[in-house]
Nanobody
Framework: QVQLEESGGGLVQPGGSLRLSCVVT????????IGWFRQAPGKEREGISC????????YYAESVKGRFTISRDAAELTVYLQMNNLRPEDTAVYYC?????????????????WGQGTQVTVSP
């Protein structure tokens, strides 16, 4: 069964940090790539990072490269997105989903599987 639940969003000042968590089932963690996507008001949803099903491959969009880090903890059944040096343009609802971004991060994928997301707001 495919289940994911994201958390960790909040309000942070520019330059601050947040860590998002995506709790998954063991089956999902071992078989699916996990991607982080975000959607800002009035904009399309964009894929910003992903990690492959074996945890060895990662991808970052140019907009977050060098600031965000994706990782996973198999014991905790959690995929993390560490976000540093946050900017106002990072404000969005963030989603984790069982698929990679574009053709990156090999693994099974499930399209159109979205949770409620977690709100990240970067503001002074």
């Amino acid at each position: 069964q495919v289940q994911l639940e994201e958390s960790g969003g909040g309000l942070v000042q520019p330059g601050g940090s947040l860590r998002l968590s995506c709790v998954v089932t063991p089956f999902v963690l071992s078989h699916y790539a996990i991607g982080w996507f975000r959607q800002a008001p009035g904009k399309e949803r964009e894929g910003i990072s992903c990690i492959s099903s074996n945890g060895e491959g990662t991808y970052y969009a140019e907009s977050v490269k060098g600031r965000f880090t994706i990782s996973r903890d198999a014991a905790e059944l959690t995929v993390y997105l560490q976000m540093n040096n946050l900017r106002p343009e990072d404000t969005a609802v963030y989603y984790c989903t069982p698929k990679g971004v574009k053709d990156y991060c090999p693994g099974h994928k499930l399209d159109d599987f979205w949770g409620q997301g977690t709100q990240v707001t970067v503001s002074p």
